[in-house]
Nanobody, 119 residues
Framework: QVQLMESGGGLVQAGGSLRLSCAAS????????MGWYRQAPGKQRELVAD???????NYTDSVKGRFTISRDNAKNTVYLQMDSLKPEDTAVYYC?????????????WGQGTTVTVSS
C-alpha cells in the first residue's frame, strides 16, 4: 500500500507565494511520474504540473513562469513552488504519484490541500 501526505496549503494574498509538499510512503520499488492537480469549485480536476523520475517537467499553460515543480527522489517527495499567485489559482490541490509496487503499477492520489488566493 502506498500513501501520499500533502502539506503547505493555506490562504495567501494575490501576488504571494506558497510551497506545497507531498511525500510518498509505503511499499514500492520506485515512483515514475509525480505531479500536482487542482480542482476549483464547479470545475473539473486539471493537471497543474508533473515531473518524471528523470526530472522532465510539464506545466499547464496558466502556471508557466509562476510555478515550479521539483522532486527529491531520495525522499520520495514532490514539491510545488507557487509564486505570483492569482485568485484563479484558488482550488484544492491534489498530489498524484505512479509507483511500482509488489502489487504492480499503481496510481495513487493524496487527500488534497486547499489553496485560497484573495484579491
Amino acid at each position: 500500500q502506498v500513501q501520499l501526505m500533502e502539506s503547505g496549503g493555506g490562504l495567501v494574498q494575490a501576488g504571494g507565494s506558497l510551497r506545497l509538499s507531498c511525500a510518498a510512503s509505503g511499499t514500492f520499488f520506485f515512483i515514475n511520474a509525480m505531479g500536482w492537480y487542482r480542482q476549483a469549485p464547479g470545475k473539473q480536476r486539471e493537471l497543474v504540473a508533473d515531473v518524471t523520475s528523470g526530472g522532465t517537467t510539464n506545466y499547464t499553460d496558466s502556471v508557466k513562469g509562476r510555478f515550479t515543480i521539483s522532486r527529491d527522489n531520495a525522499k520520495n517527495t514532490v514539491y510545488l513552488q507557487m509564486d505570483s499567485l492569482k485568485p484563479e489559482d484558488t482550488a484544492v490541490y491534489y498530489c498524484k504519484a505512479d509507483p511500482f509496487s509488489p502489487e504492480g503499477y499503481l496510481i495513487v492520489w493524496g487527500q488534497g490541500t486547499t489553496v485560497t488566493v484573495s484579491s
